[in-house]
């Protein structure tokens, strides 16, 4: 495997209990960083509980999972192993070194397909801000970056368009889908570009709100997705159902805080 451009990386041999674990991969590969990989090599896990949460949503049986920024896959391979009714997984991770990684903990998973590039409103090739200490807080808006201390890297970027692969077969493979989306500021402006046949088809959408200067959200369309589209918005920080305008004035914020937030059918 490839070494990424600015981590090393480490096997991890993963216990049975843990919920990365599958009799044909028993292990992983991971960034050594001084925040994801602590948390992975104590726990053998990463976001257990909003997995739970989106699963508790999700009613269909032929599921298309959508993983937007999926770094090295470990939230695709949790639910791809946690439900059967995920029947296939679509990642979209732009930094190359992540993405090689990911292809790699995911190569037992035939169910899964992997994308070299990231989403937003447009197709170009940009420069994308990598936090040094911590491997998953990538932007394409470095106001996102927690540390002063960061690279950047040219990477591809595509509008998603439903009359292209991979969005057309993911459209006419799965009677539902579910959402994630872990962009560092762009979640919302990449949802908002997906369009009605898919909004119909996602029963949960998770997006990583951050509250971070110079973000450009357009809430009066965000209000119309939710009202056309979903019935409720729950807050992981909170731990709550909260209101539209609940969502929009924490969106709103500036200290470069975040809450994964879920849009539910």
């Known amino acids: 495997m ?3 451009v600015l981590f090393s990386h480490a096997k991890l041999k993963l216990k049975e209990s843990s919920p990365l674990y599958t009799a044909s991969a028993k292990e992983i590969f991971i960034n050594i960083d001084e925040t994801i990989f602590p948390q992975i090599i104590t726990h053998q896990e990463w976001g257990t509980s909003n997995n739970k949460r989106i699963l508790s949503h999700l009613k269909g049986e032929n599921i298309g999972l959508i993983d937007v920024g999926a770094n090295i896959g470990l ?4 639910m791809l192993i946690a439900s059967k ?4 997984a679509y990642c ?10 990911a292809t790699v903990n995911l190569e037992r998973f035939t169910n899964a397909s992997l994308f070299n590039y990231g989403l937003a409103e447009a197709n170009k090739t940009i420069d994308i801000s990598i936090n040094l200490t911590n491997s998953g807080n990538i932007s394409l808006n470095k106001n996102a970056i927690l540390n002063s201390t960061h690279l950047s890297e040219k990477v591809e970027i595509r509008r998603p368009d439903v009359l292209k692969e991979p969005f057309s077969s993911i ?3 799965h009677t539902s889908l579910a959402y994630k989306s872990d962009t560092e500021g762009l979640d919302e402006t990449i949802f908002s570009q997906l369009g009605t046949i898919f909004w119909e088809k996602i029963e949960c959408a998770m997006l990583e709100i951050s509250r971070i200067p110079d973000k ?3 809430y009066e369309n965000m209000n119309e997705i939710f009202k056309s589209h979903f019935s409720k918005i729950f807050s992981t920080k909170k731990g709550a159902f909260i209101e539209f305008s609940e969502y929009v004035a924490y969106s709103n914020g500036t200290d470069k805080q975040f ?4 849009f539910i059918k």
């Open 216 to 218: 450009k959200t357009d």
């Open 75 to 78: 939230f695709t391979r949790q």
């Open 2 to 4: 490839k070494q990424g």
């Open 92 to 101: 979209f991770e732009p930094k190359t070194s992540s993405f090689e990684i």
């Open 259 to 262: 809450d994964d937030i879920l």
């Open 85 to 88: 009714n995920i029947t296939h």
């Open 171 to 173: 459209i006419k493979n």
